[in-house]
């Protein structure tokens, strides 16, 4: 089954951008996953194609209009379209690996960037746009963060990593940052690959990893070793 995305945005000529290339790339000429992109400026009514306009209150900067982005999506994602509809937005909900692989697990996605202010609420509400955030800062357009979303989705779809067993052992997966990495050469700048590693010794190196990655996660990101930490309600 191909995973169907489909980009609503202002700069169409943004994809498949970096997602050409690589893995994704690859994925995309075999038709793992599908790319379409909706010029939203094609839905506009007026003889300079206006999208936005002047925010209600006054104030700094545009707003996409309600009415033109209600037209692209219909025409993008008609009623009946299983695809979840995001919006990229600073204001969403933080993007994570449990997102990501619920989303590789089903049909696709329908995406809308934003751009200048944002998006007119009403458009939000009554088409039911889920915003999803890549992080705490400020693009400029919801483009990169729609290159971002596809980027960790796409390289979930089966077929699409080289190594499966890889996925399952990254950075988030089981809830820890991931392990530090080393290969060849044994001895570099004085310093060496610590020994447990070389040791051949299968077991002893999964818990120095594991011991590691307790480490990290510990220094670098205690809150999620409180997630973690929250009691699973116990089946019988
Ligand atoms: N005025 C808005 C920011 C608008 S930035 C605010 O303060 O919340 C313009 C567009 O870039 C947004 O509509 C959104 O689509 C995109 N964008 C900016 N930062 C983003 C982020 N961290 N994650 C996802 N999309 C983002």
């Given at each position: 089954m191909t995973f169907r995305a489909t980009?609503?945005?202002?700069?169409?000529?943004?994809?498949?951008?970096?997602?050409?290339?690589?893995?994704?790339?690859?994925?995309?000429e075999q038709g793992v996953w599908s790319l379409e992109t909706v010029?939203?400026?094609?839905?506009?009514?007026?003889?300079?194609r206006t999208v936005d306009d002047t925010p209600a209150g006054g104030g700094a900067g545009m707003v996409m209009r309600a009415d033109i982005m209600a037209r692209a999506i219909d025409h993008a994602a008609p009623a009946g379209d299983p695809r979840p509809r995001l919006l990229m937005s600073p204001r969403g909900k933080p993007l994570t690996q449990a997102r990501v692989r619920q989303l590789a697990a089903g049909p696709g996605a329908v995406i809308v960037c934003g751009r200048f202010e944002?998006?007119?609420?009403?458009?939000?509400?009554?088409?039911?746009?889920?915003e999803v955030s890549i992080g705490d800062y400020i693009l400029s357009g919801g483009e990169p963060a729609a290159l971002v979303l596809l980027d960790a989705?796409?390289?979930?779809?089966?077929?699409?990593?080289?190594?499966?067993?890889?996925?399952?052992?990254?950075?988030?997966?089981?809830?820890?940052?991931?392990?530090?990495?080393?290969?060849?050469?044994?001895?570099?700048?004085?310093?060496?690959?610590?020994?447990?590693?070389?040791?051949g010794n299968h077991a002893k190196?999964?818990?120095?990893?594991?011991?590691?990655?307790?480490?990290?996660?510990?220094?670098?990101?205690?809150?999620?070793?409180?997630?973690?930490?929250v009691p699973q309600p116990v089946t019988k």
């Open positions: 980009v609503l945005t202002l700069y169409p000529d943004m994809f498949p951008g970096a997602l050409g290339l690589s893995l994704a790339g690859r994925a995309l010029q939203i400026r094609d839905f506009a009514m007026d003889r300079h944002g998006v007119d609420q009403r458009v939000i509400d009554a088409r039911g746009l889920e989705v796409v390289r979930l779809l089966p077929g699409v990593m080289g190594n499966e067993a890889s996925g399952a052992e990254e950075s988030f997966e089981g809830g820890l940052l991931e392990h530090p990495h080393y290969t060849r050469p044994q001895e570099w700048e004085g310093c060496t690959i610590p020994e447990v590693l070389t040791s190196i999964a818990a120095w990893r594991r011991e590691q990655a307790e480490r990290l996660t510990r220094e670098r990101r205690p809150d999620l070793l409180e997630k973690r930490a």
